[in-house]
């Protein structure tokens, strides 16, 4: 069955750049979506199609794919942007038809 | 737009639970809507979809058979009954809607989530 692979865990300073990797065979023909947990709290859509933002969402916040990568990036990374990230695809296929990676933790230091 | 879920609680190994979730804020009828589950401390994990009008249904490997999906668009309403629970069933469960009526699309919004938990 499809498998995406996530990171466990990031660290970044405050101010920099945090790259959160999604790998899965040829995910970059599938749409991704990426969403944002923060602890204690239910799950915030944060890209989807690959690259649209929804409404509400700071534009630090954008979205890639292609090949077997797909990637959430933050830039100028704040204390609030601290939580678990995970991408999520439609496979249709395998025991799973929509599925999600294992999550990336990001800490900021 | 908000979604609320409720019905989770305490359950014995083998016993059934029915979770409801109250959609308000949109036009209910007219999208897909799924169940996520999230076990203690682990990651999302997709486990059923129903479109608007309940025609399609799809369900992971690890709950078809034991859980249903259904939903009343009369009152805005999701529910998933869960039967011959098992304790890897344990875990917050959330109601999400779906992109229009395809079950390719993402989940937004995603209510609070319920818990429940399965013991013996």
């Known amino acids: 069955s499809y498998v995406l692979t996530q990171p466990p865990s990031l660290s970044v300073a405050p101010g920099k750049t945090a790259i959160i990797t999604c790998g899965g065979n040829?995910?970059?023909?599938?749409?991704v979506h990426w969403y944002q947990q923060k602890s204690g709290q239910a799950p915030v859509l944060v890209i989807y199609f690959d690259t649209d933002r929804p409404s509400g969402i700071p534009e630090r916040f954008s979205g890639s794919a292609s090949g077997s990568t797909a990637t959430l990036t933050i830039s100028r990374v704040e204390a609030g942007d601290e939580a678990d990230y995970y991408c999520?695809?439609?496979?249709?296929?395998?025991?799973?038809?929509?599925?999600f990676g294992g999550g990336t933790k990001l800490t900021v230091l | 737009v908000q979604l609320v879920e409720s019905g989770g609680g305490l359950v014995r190994l083998g016993g059934s639970l029915r979770l409801s979730c109250a959609g308000s804020?949109?036009?209910?009828?007219?999208?897909?809507m799924n169940w996520v589950r999230q076990a203690p401390g682990k990651g999302l994990e997709w486990i059923s979809y129903?479109?608007?009008?309940?025609?399609?249904?799809y369900y992971a490997d690890s709950v078809k058979g034991r859980f249903t999906v259904s939903r009343d668009n009369a009152e805005n309403s999701l529910f998933l009954q869960l039967k011959n629970l098992r304790a890897d069933d344990t875990a917050v469960y959330y109601c999400?809607?779906?992109?229009?009526?395809?079950?390719?699309?993402?989940?937004?919004?995603w209510g609070q989530g319920t818990l429940v938990t399965v013991s013996s």
């Open positions: 999400a809607r779906g992109h229009g009526d395809y079950p390719t699309g993402w989940f937004d919004p």
């Open positions: 804020g949109f036009n209910f009828i007219t999208y897909s």
């Open positions: 040829n995910v970059g023909t599938k749409s």
């Open positions: 129903i479109s608007s009008s309940s025609k399609t249904i």
């Open positions: 999520q695809v439609w496979d249709g296929s395998g025991d799973r038809l929509s599925l």
